[in-house]
């Protein structure tokens, strides 16, 4: 007999490891291989991969009588029948865990996406909620106070600007007076009261800017008597006055009318002047056409009013009377 011929009639060393190998399993190791199988077997698709359930308990049944057998366990058949049919019916079958702690934190492990994303996002809110109401965003005594604290902080720099401004003791003990008023508004949370405090300070802060002329114009008209229709009587003698800066500008100024009793915004209004001064300024015009002294008043920068520069007759300084806007 040749030597390839004895090769090929004599069992490989595989077979006869693979032979050993089921000689000796065991029931128990036979029912362990089975666990691991039915594990394997639950991860693959049930409908492309499960082996045909005949072929199946055929080749349990002779494991399982192979592995008795040699164990000298004296399993009947009906045993094994009995044993597959268990086995197949328990194949899908789900068993609620017992409830207590390890459960919880296998629940909690398997819902552990969810619960981050839920508590991450009621994190986010109660981080917003508080972030806007530490903000003043959110309506409340929060939001209150940090108004009532933001238009002070905005009304002590008007004062500030407007003690800067003044060269008038007056005013600027009215400033103090005011930041002292700011203070106590702040604190009672009078946000309302403060932002016409501020108003106020703005308005006199305004007037203490101011820098211009009251002029006398040439051309055209230069002043008016004023008639009471009711009485036929004058009610007023006016010189015609513009607001001019250093340039010559017209500068916006605000004057109370005496007909209306309203503030109004111009640039050119009328001032009462006494009869006599009235008279001497249209004798000056009526002359040559033009006006030997045109200036009515002086706006300085830091006072709060205009000082009369025009005289009568006598060389005394004028009062201001009352003013008009329209004639």
């Not at 492309?48 to 009588?65: F, H, Y």
């Amino acid at each position: 007999m040749s030597k390839s011929a004895q090769q090929s009639a004599q069992p490989s060393q595989l077979d006869l490891d693979v032979e050993s190998a089921e000689s000796k399993l065991t029931l128990d190791e036979m029912t362990r291989v089975m666990d691991v199988a039915r594990t394997l077997r639950k991860e693959r698709s049930i409908a492309q991969r499960e082996l045909n359930r005949e072929d199946t308990i055929v080749l349990l049944r002779q494991k399982l009588r192979e592995a008795a057998d040699l164990a000298g366990d004296p399993v009947t058949d009906e045993q094994i029948e009995v044993a597959i049919k268990q086995y197949f019916d328990n194949l899908h079958e789900f068993e609620t865990p017992e409830p207590g702690f390890q459960t919880f934190l296998a629940s909690v492990y398997v819902r552990r996406y969810t619960i981050t994303a839920w508590t991450l996002a009621l994190a986010a809110a109660a981080l917003l909620t508080w972030g806007m109401w530490f903000g003043g965003l959110l309506p409340g005594d929060r939001q209150n106070e940090l108004r009532a604290q933001q238009t002070y902080s905005q009304t002590i720099k008007v004062v500030e600007s407007i003690e800067t401004l003044s060269t008038n003791p007056e005013v600027t003990s009215q400033a103090e007076a005011a930041r002292a008023e700011a203070a106590s508004y702040r604190d009672r949370g009078e946000v309302s009261a403060l932002e016409q405090l501020k108003s106020r300070l703005l308005q006199q802060e305004s007037v203490l800017n101011a820098e211009y002329r009251l002029m006398i114009p040439n051309d055209g008209l230069s002043g008016i008597e004023r008639l009471v229709e009711d009485t036929g009587g004058v009610s007023g003698s006016y010189v015609i006055v513009e607001a001019v800066d250093s340039r010559g500008q017209p500068v916006p100024t605000q004057v109370r009318n005496a007909e209306s009793g309203q503030m109004v915004t111009v640039t050119k209004w009328a001032e009462q002047v006494p009869l006599e001064v009235f008279e001497q300024l249209k004798a000056d015009k009526e002359a040559d056409g033009i006006l030997d002294s045109r200036e009515f008043a002086v706006k300085r920068r830091g006072e709060p009013e205009l000082e009369i520069t025009l005289q009568n007759g006598s060389g005394v300084t004028l009062e201001r009377g009352r003013q008009i806007t329209q004639w």
